[in-house]
């Protein structure tokens, strides 16, 4: 796994490849999970087993190995 630093009140963008029996979550409950994770104004987009969702940090600055499901992360402008 990768490392990766998110930024207090920074917004990313990334992709979330859930498996088999995750793919059948709403992007709802994607997003509650990002929400509980530390992000706010969550939005996620797609069916299936390929989402991409958007949020802001809203915890202080930390790095951490990013889980398998999740690629493509950006910082958004």
Do not use: C
């Not at 990766?4 to 997003?31: D, P």
């Not at 996620?44 to 951490?64: E, F, Y």
Request: zero cysteines.
């Amino acid at each position: 796994m990768a490392d990766f630093t998110v930024e207090k009140g920074k917004r990313y963008r990334a992709t979330i490849t859930l498996g088999m029996l995750q793919s059948m979550a709403s992007n709802e409950t994607v997003a509650q999970k990002l929400t509980e994770a530390g992000f706010t104004d969550v939005s996620v987009t797609g069916s299936g087993r390929t989402r991409t969702a958007t949020g802001q940090w809203a915890k202080d600055t930390v790095s951490g190995a990013i889980p398998q499901e999740i690629s493509g992360i950006s910082q958004l402008a």
